[in-house]
């Protein structure tokens, strides 16, 4: 039998090009397993021994670190500052993991940049802590930087040292990042402008209560008692007491008497600081004054409308039905010739309010019509308010001879507003 002079080849399972290379495959496990112990350390606040495995893995050059390792360390290290006895390990370290990171060609995210800034303003280098946030954005846009918790660091860092030009820079680019402040960061910003007497911006900061809070805490309310009892505050005017123009300005802004006028300070003089409580009548109890309404001013009122006008074109714009639907323009046109209105009613909702039983259903008479009469009765120029109530309800209610004299009296007055087919009657 004849046999050949070359031996049969025969692959090795560890040579078949179809496996997964098994040194690359180690590595891989390497740096799953450092990821599981580097969250195990964060849960735990375990500093030290996070450290020890990150020092470990850098000096055996098996494990290759990624973005996530570092995310972890960094965060470890900023969760470490209330600690007093970690407090200097945990700057230091993050400082030179945070340049190892960047140094690796690795791009730091949003949750890296907000530890290392919390790191450096613990530090007390506000510059750094802005710097990051800015070198994040220049690199990846505003879009990598959603949100207020990266920026915080540094404003709150130079509002404590009173550094006023830096924390303007700071706001600024807050806004240009489309990011808004809270309270807390309102709170820091009208301590600071009151105690380097910027009574422009503490003005500013008072109506961002205002506008963004509304509700402060005791804390808050302390700052705007403190500013107020000041010498400062008692300096302070911008426009004399010119009635005619406060009220033109009020109603403006959506209030006559009282409230926000945006002309700045009026009058000069001491103010009286009280603590008080507000009556059910919106009677203030400690000055006997009745509290104005404020209500949204032209600028507010317009973005409201249009951001409304927007949701009603896509909505029309998703819709399938083969049936022509009214543009949401009409509807303007309609209000534009009958809107002289004092009250707005939606008319299923009141409609149907508490008829989820088995015999409930809509409630023309003893709901609707009767609170369309209340309003009727109690404005002082026996004005109508405007129904909402979607076509089909109209026509079933003109259908039924119970419900149709109420219904012919509102269309009669130009009071019944009948949304078309496909669009929601709110």
């Known amino acids: 039998m004849a046999t050949s002079d070359h031996p049969r080849s025969r692959h090795r399972r560890d040579e078949s090009p179809t496996k997964p290379n098994k040194k690359k495959k180690a590595s891989h496990n390497q740096e799953k397993n450092l990821l599981v112990s580097l969250h195990s350390c964060s849960k735990s606040k375990n ?4 450290l020890s495995l990150y020092d470990a893995a850098i000096a055996s ?4 670190l990624i973005q996530q390792h570092f995310q972890s360390l960094l965060y470890l290290c900023s969760a470490s500052l209330g600690d007093l006895s970690l407090q200097t ?5 993050g400082f030179q993991d945070f340049e190892r990171m960047v140094g690796s060609g690795i791009s730091p995210n949003e949750a890296s940049v907000t530890s290392m800034a919390r790191l450096a303003a613990a530090k007390g280098d506000g510059d750094y802590a802005f710097k990051v946030v800015k070198d994040l954005v220049a690199v990846c846009g505003v879009s990598s930087v959603p949100r207020l918790r990266t920026y915080a660091q540094a404003l709150l860092c130079f509002c404590e040292r009173l550094e006023a030009e830096k924390w303007y820079e700071v706001e600024e ?3 240009a990042s489309d990011i808004a402040l809270e309270e807390v960061e309102i709170s820091a910003l009208l301590k600071v402008s009151a105690a380097t007497g910027r009574e422009n911006k503490v003005y500013r900061y008072l109506h961002k209560l205002r506008e963004c809070v509304g509700f402060v805490t005791e804390e808050t309310s302390k700052v705007i008692e403190e500013w107020f009892c000041s010498e400062k505050a008692s300096e302070v005017s911008e426009i004399g007491s010119d009635v005619e123009l406060l009220r033109a300005a009020g109603l403006k802004n959506g209030v006559e008497w009282g409230g926000w006028h945006g002309l700045g300070w009026v009058g000069e003089g001491k103010w009286v600081v009280k603590k008080g409580n507000v009556s059910p009548d919106e009677e203030c109890l400690s000055c ?4 104005a309404c404020v209500d949204t001013n032209e600028v507010e009122t317009e973005n409201f409308v249009n951001s409304l006008v927007a949701l009603a074109v896509e909505r029309k714009a998703k819709m399938n039905s083969s049936e022509p639907m009214e543009d949401f323009s009409e509807f303007q046109e309609w209000l534009e010739k009958h809107g002289d209105y004092e009250a707005i009613l939606d008319g299923a909702n009141i409609g149907l309010y508490q008829q989820n039983f088995a015999d409930g259903g809509f409630s023309l008479s003893q709901q609707l019509d009767a609170v369309v009469k209340e309003l009727y009765n109690k404005s002082g120029n026996k004005k109508w308010p405007l129904i909402l109530l979607h076509k089909k309800r109209v026509n079933a209610l003109l259908e039924n001879p119970n419900h149709r004299n109420v219904v012919e009296e509102w269309i009669s007055n130009d009071v019944l507003y009948t949304t078309p087919p496909g669009s929601n009657d709110d």
Do not use: Y
Request: charged content about 30%; hydrophobic content about 45%.
């Open 173 to 175: 680019h807050m806004e």
């Open 89 to 93: 390990l945990a700057i230091d370290r």
């Open 288 to 291: 006997g004054e009745h509290l």
């Open 61 to 64: 050059g098996d494990v290759r």
């Open 47 to 50: 500093l030290s021994a996070a």
